[in-house]
């Protein structure tokens, strides 16, 4: 870890540490990250691993994946779980991703609140669920099965959404906070995802940054994203824009730091541009810890 990014630590928000500013563990950066060494190498705190890409027995991505150990904390992060589904939880899956655990000693992990696919067919998106009591209740018995069984952490993140269902009877924040407090998890905050949805669906996103239990954030994700005009995809695949910047700063002004990360999946830039990014919400960070210790 970069120690020119290191800063007192504030209280740990679940017991989970604070790691700073990490970004995404991607294929066309392994070599400048494997490869070039400190001070030629930019510098991250951390990086998310997207767990799918080494549920494996070994090869290539498990020997990548053990590099990036001896270097840096790796956090989980999963596009599988579906948490939302109806279909039972899938045993082979949580098993595999225990392994994993037992390899990457990440302190939590976390997936999308969402459903996946239905009657054995995974559509490979990640689906909005309908914000209703019965919904809730669903979710939280199975976030607290999922806890158990992995025994870290849960993080419930805020999907990007496209459509909203007639069904619904609360905010996407408000059951959003009733799964986290009923299930006693924690929240991945996905800024970008929140300003994408208001755009989408015309609320005010100011409101669901402030509607949340702060106290269970314990990681935020930044991210790019494509305008067509009418609507926003959350496509990753940009720089962060400056409303979304703005939000991020009203979140940490309200939870403290948390550890933060870019993500950035397609048009994927140089790794020096992607830690400029990363630079630029350490510098919020430390502007805002700044001015909540004076």
Known sequence: MDGEHKQSTPPPRLG??????????????????????PPDRPDVDWFEIISENFMVGGGLPRKNLDRALERYPLIQHGVSLSIGSTEPLDRDYLVRLKALLRTTKSPWLSDHLCWTGAHGVNLHDLLPLPYTEQAADHVIARARQVQDFLEVPLLIE?????????????????????IAEGADCGLLLDVNNIYVSSYNHGFDPNAFVDGVPHHRVAQIH?????????????????????PVWALYRRAIERTGPVSTLIEWDDDIPSFAELCAEADKARVIRDEVSRARAA
């Open 158 to 178: 805020n999907v990007s959404s496209y459509l909203t269902y007639t069904a619904s009877t609360m905010s996407e924040w408000a059951f959003l906070t009733r």
């Open 16 to 37: 989970l540490p604070d790691f700073g500013v990490g970004v995404g563990l991607r294929i066309p950066h392994y070599a400048t990250i494997f490869e070039q060494s």
């Open 222 to 242: 930044l991210a790019g994203h494509t305008n067509f005009g009418d609507y926003i995809i959350d496509t990753h695949s940009d720089h962060v824009i400056d």
